[in-house]
């Protein structure tokens, strides 16, 4: 009788893992084929044979003139941007020290817009002026950015953060059905154990 009971558990859980496993399938299922195809095309980006990237064209471009109030720090000018010209800075990076002996002045670089359509600004600290320059990128352009989180707003980056919780949850749950009622000694000779050795000697290679 406790047999019984533990097998229809074991059955029970099973199936339930295995709905989820559809369910997350079904979720990111047209994720896996963005992130798919466009992870195929940035993999093939370098080298003489690289693949298309897609096309991204400078749109605009013109001087801002920045107040003091808005020169003293690169929050100061985001805050700016955002109260008057209505650009909302998603990154910000702040050049290192320079400006002597030969050396580059620092430079700040502000950055936003969508996966299509970009603005960056950059600015020397102490000038009067800054340059604006808005870009336009084609549509394999635009997923490459989504791929690499730029420009996708938060919504993108929540929708993102579910997929990639999607995936680990799908590998863990793939991983606990192919091995339901197998020894080790079958997971080692299967597809599974081949996977994970090439997996382990290609990683170390890259790693190395």
């Known amino acids: 009788m406790s047999q019984d009971i533990s097998a229809r558990r074991r059955n029970t859980r099973y199936r339930w893992i295995r709905q989820l496993h ?16 466009t992870g195929l095309v940035m993999n093939h980006r370098f080298g003489d044979g690289a693949w298309p990237q897609g096309e991204s064209s400078e749109a605009a471009r013109a001087e801002l003139a920045i107040p003091t ?37 620092p430079k700040w670089t502000l950055s936003g817009g969508s996966a299509g359509s970009s603005w960056a600004l950059e600015y020397v600290p102490g000038n009067e002026s800054a340059t604006l320059k808005h870009s336009r990128h084609s549509p394999l352009a635009a997923f490459n950015r989504l791929h690499k989180a730029v420009g996708g707003g938060l919504f993108w980056v929540l929708l993102a953060d579910s997929f990639a919780v999607g995936m680990l949850l799908l590998g863990v749950s793939g991983i606990w059905m192919w091995a339901r009622g197998r020894g080790w000694r079958e997971m080692a000779f299967s597809v599974m154990g081949l996977s994970t050795v090439m997996f382990v000697a290609v990683l170390g290679l890259a790693l190395g």
């Open 22 to 37: 559809l369910w997350i399938g079904a979720w990111g299922a047209l994720a896996a084929i963005l992130y798919g195809i």
């Open 69 to 105: 109030e808005a020169r003293a720090s690169p929050e100061q000018l985001s805050l700016w941007l955002r109260s008057h010209q209505q650009l909302d800075a998603q990154v910000i990076r702040k050049g290192g020290p320079g400006g002597g002996e030969g050396k580059p002045a």
